[in-house]
Structure formats: structure tokens, C-alpha cells
């Protein structure tokens, strides 16, 4: 069975890599930058809290599941903090971390269809780098991703993103994902 190669990778693997090479000065190509993981995740904290009958958990789940093609893991407070109403062990968020060619054919979907179709969208912000060429990126609604039915959904819910990357610094990180088409906001 001939394994599934994303549309992404490839274009990387056949011009990004030597592209970076050269405007890097990177001579060995393990060294180029590429992608390691991609974390979406979703904090229902604050909604869980409200109304502790609702079924937010399962609904936002389905929603990041077929967004991402992965079935999320619910993660749960490590401590109990009043002035949130937070509980111990009570749901506070929905995460999944997407590698591999699942991570290629997101990140493909986000900077080719998903950001397009963002209302007044110029472009993502540059200063979201961590000082190790990782890319935090928010999404105030989840519909922008086509696959998410909005007829059956209660609440406009944001996510995160976070694009990691083996770039060591931010120039390397924001040439790497310029590259991949990640649609930066012109200075």
C-alpha cells in the first residue's frame, strides 16, 4: 500500500528545503528548519463552569475532530482555583497535537483555505514567535474551517494554534513558515 504524502511536504522536500539553504547558509540539509508539531487546542473552562449540564466537551471534541482528523484529549485542572470557579480534575480544555503527514495537510488547509476566509483578514501578526522559531497563532472562530457544520452548533468557539518548529531562532522560524505560505502581515 503506497503511503499518503502531503501536498505540502512534498513541495517542501523538492524546493523549500534548497530555498532555505541557500538564504540560510545552512550547508547540511538535516539542518534546514522544518516542522515538528502542530498543537490545536481550546480552553471550555469558563463554559464548563457556568453550566455544569451542558455537553460543551462533546461537542466542541467533534468539532476539533474533524477539523484536525484526530479525536482530541480533554485535559483537566491540576488545582482548584476559586475566583474561576475551577474545580479539581474538572474539564478546562480540548488539545490534540498533530504530527507527521497530518501535520503537513493542516497547516496546508490553514494558510490555503482556513485564513482566507477569515472576515477583514491582512495577514498574521510577526510578533507571535516564542525566541525559539515557534508560531502561536489564535482563531477567534472555529467556523472558518469548512468542515465544521454550523447549523448543528451552539456556541462560536476560539482556538490556538501552535505551529513548533527545529528553527533556532525567530528569522529562521518566519522564513520557514513564509515559505510554506503562511500569509505574513507586510510591515
Same mark, same amino acid.
Given at each position: 500500500?503506497?503511503?499518503?504524502?502531503?501536498?505540502?511536504?512534498?513541495?517542501?522536500?523538492?524546493?523549500?528545503? =534548497?530555498?532555505?539553504?541557500?538564504?540560510?547558509?545552512?550547508?547540511?540539509?538535516? @539542518?534546514?528548519? !522544518?516542522?515538528? /508539531?502542530? #498543537? $490545536?487546542?481550546?480552553?471550555?473552562?469558563?463554559?464548563?463552569?457556568?453550566? =455544569?449540564?451542558?455537553?460543551?466537551?462533546?461537542?466542541?471534541?467533534?468539532?476539533? @475532530?474533524?477539523? !484536525?482528523?484526530? /479525536?482530541? #484529549? $480533554?485535559?483537566?485542572?491540576?488545582?482548584?482555583?476559586?475566583?474561576?470557579?475551577?474545580?479539581?480534575?474538572?474539564?478546562?480544555?480540548?488539545?490534540?497535537?498533530?504530527?507527521?503527514?497530518?501535520?503537513?495537510?493542516?497547516?496546508?488547509?490553514?494558510?490555503?483555505?482556513?485564513?482566507?476566509?477569515?472576515?477583514?483578514?491582512?495577514?498574521?501578526?510577526?510578533?507571535?514567535?516564542?525566541?525559539?522559531?515557534?508560531?502561536?497563532?489564535?482563531?477567534?472562530?472555529?467556523?472558518?474551517?469548512?468542515?465544521?457544520?454550523?447549523?448543528?452548533?451552539?456556541?462560536?468557539?476560539?482556538?490556538?494554534?501552535?505551529?513548533?518548529?527545529?528553527?533556532?531562532?525567530?528569522?529562521?522560524?518566519?522564513?520557514?513558515?513564509?515559505?510554506?505560505?503562511?500569509?505574513?502581515?507586510?510591515?
Amino acid at each position: 500500500m503506497a503511503e499518503h504524502k502531503s501536498r505540502l511536504k512534498t513541495k517542501y522536500t523538492k524546493e523549500i528545503q =534548497k530555498k532555505l539553504m541557500a538564504e540560510l547558509g545552512i550547508k547540511n540539509i538535516n @539542518a534546514v528548519p !522544518t516542522l515538528s /508539531k502542530i #498543537v $490545536v487546542n481550546a480552553g471550555i473552562g469558563r463554559e464548563v463552569a457556568k453550566d =455544569k449540564n451542558t455537553k460543551v466537551v462533546d461537542e466542541f471534541s467533534a468539532d476539533i @475532530a474533524i477539523i !484536525t482528523g484526530q /479525536k482530541p #484529549v $480533554v485535559t483537566k485542572s491540576k488545582k482548584a482555583v476559586s475566583n474561576f470557579k475551577l474545580r479539581e480534575d474538572m474539564d478546562n480544555g480540548i488539545m490534540v497535537t498533530l504530527r507527521g503527514n497530518a501535520m503537513w495537510d493542516f497547516l496546508d488547509r490553514l494558510v490555503s483555505i482556513v485564513l482566507p476566509r477569515v472576515k477583514d483578514f491582512r495577514g498574521v501578526s510577526r510578533r507571535a514567535f516564542d525566541s525559539r522559531g515557534n508560531y502561536a497563532l489564535g482563531i477567534k472562530e472555529h467556523t472558518v474551517f469548512p468542515e465544521v457544520d454550523t447549523s448543528k452548533m451552539a456556541k462560536i468557539r476560539p482556538l490556538q494554534v501552535i505551529i513548533c518548529t527545529t528553527a533556532t531562532t525567530n528569522e529562521q522560524g518566519l522564513v520557514l513558515l513564509k515559505e510554506l505560505g503562511m500569509p505574513f502581515k507586510e510591515r
